[in-house]
């Protein structure tokens, strides 16, 4: 089983992180290549933007830890485990954490590949809400 893990700095508190990342629907929103996301319960099934559904078992989401995890439950996986963590760097800082471990290998190096352009993407999202809401505070 190959491991991968992405790691990004955002400047942005843990918890202002944690409310995007700790709700499984938001998927949506900030991992490229995901068009829409649905739960219940512990299974979530993420669909592409190509329209392939992807279901999956929600394994573990600890708000006190800051820790979600999740399998991939598609038969081209034989094992899957996603985990993301945030961790408060103090000052509004945090660290994102996003690991992959998954068999077949080749997979963990796209799932990975995939992952740190999520990170990204939703460290572009936080600066760019928070860049409005400045300019907005601003003018009022």
């Known amino acids: 089983m190959a491991s991968v893990r992405r790691q990004l700095i955002f400047d942005h508190s843990a918890d202002e992180v944690w409310a995007v990342l700790g709700d499984p629907i938001t998927i949506r929103d900030w991992f490229p290549g995901v068009a829409d996301a649905s739960v219940d319960g512990t299974s979530r099934v ?24 999740y399998r991939l439950a598609t038969p081209i996986i034989q094992n899957h485990l996603g985990t993301i963590d945030v961790f408060d760097l103090g000052d509004d800082r945090s660290l994102v954490s996003y690991s992959t471990d998954c068999e077949p290998d080749a997979l963990a190096l796209m799932i990975g590949g995939a992952t740190g352009n999520a990170l990204h993407e939703l460290r572009r999202q936080l600066d760019a809400n928070t860049s409005t809401t400045k300019a907005t505070s601003h003018h009022g």
Do not use: K, S, W, Y
């Open 46 to 69: 993420i669909t592409t933007v190509t329209g392939l559904p992807m279901p999956e078992q929600i394994v573990t989401n600890d708000a006190i830890q800051r820790r979600f995890q």
